[in-house]
């Protein structure tokens, strides 16, 4: 299979429809960014990585993080995980707080804010939100052999300057007891989470993993274990794009994780990772030319797991 020729193809499919979609503005700081842009980057079996248009350029990965994150804590504390969040689509926003109530402070997933919030709170020891921002950085740096990778700090800034509605999913969580860690303490290493600055290609390659079964097929480290990675892949399959989830199944068929910034990260088990990056987004926050294009991917390489 040619990737380079489908990623040509791909890009000349989405090409009228550049800029489509809203740019994010909720954080200040992501509102400036060109809705022109478009890159694209398959990482595969060997470690090359087939990309097109800006997929070298970095971009603000947002919530494309909670799938790092919530690795990360299934290896630290395994299915203990499951008491504190669920495992179930919300079918509601990514920053809702309507379900919280009434399941009593437990988050629908980690994939959305509040269970994500839940999945950092796990991962602090100490009080220290620093030390767990290093981690995870580090992590990124390992899988993606890339040192160069680093965390948009004025991303981080704005978003914290303008995060009152994180702050109230995790004081809400908190009266329930389902935070060990205080609020400003876990949201100041979730707000870098989501300011990790990563380009397609750095991406795709730090997910690989996820397409070899949990262990990078380059390094041969064993990264999550095989059962583990095919829960991170079934949770992203159901949960990874919020009340749009469904639509992007039936259009992909391909477990996939959408941030704010535009990225989407989508996993075909045994082939490889893709990346796309395109910062027009829907309602639900999943970039509309994006969706697109790994809409023209998936029926060129057939990659969709559903045939
Ligand atoms: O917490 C937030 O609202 C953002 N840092 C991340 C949201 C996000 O990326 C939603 N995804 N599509």
New binding site residues.
Partial sequence: MDLDKILEAVAEFVEPHRGKGKV?D??PALASVDPNKFGMAVATRDGTCHKIGDADECFSI???S?VFTFSLALQKVGDTLWERVGREPSGSA??SIVQLEHERGIPRNPLI?AG?IVVTDHLIDNGDADATTEMLLGVLRDHAEDESIAIDMEVARS?SET?A??RSLAHFMASFGNLDNDVETILSA??RH??LALSCSQLARAALFLAFDGKDPVTRERIVTPQRCRRINAVMMTCG??DNSGDFAFRIGLPGK????GGVLVIAPGEGAIAVWSPG?NE???STVGALALEALVEQTGWSVFG
């Fill in positions: 994010a909720y954080i947002q919530s494309i909670k990514f920053n804010n994500a978003e995060g509605r994180n979730y707000f989501c300011a794009h919020y959408s941030g704010v910034g987004l639900a926050g999943t």
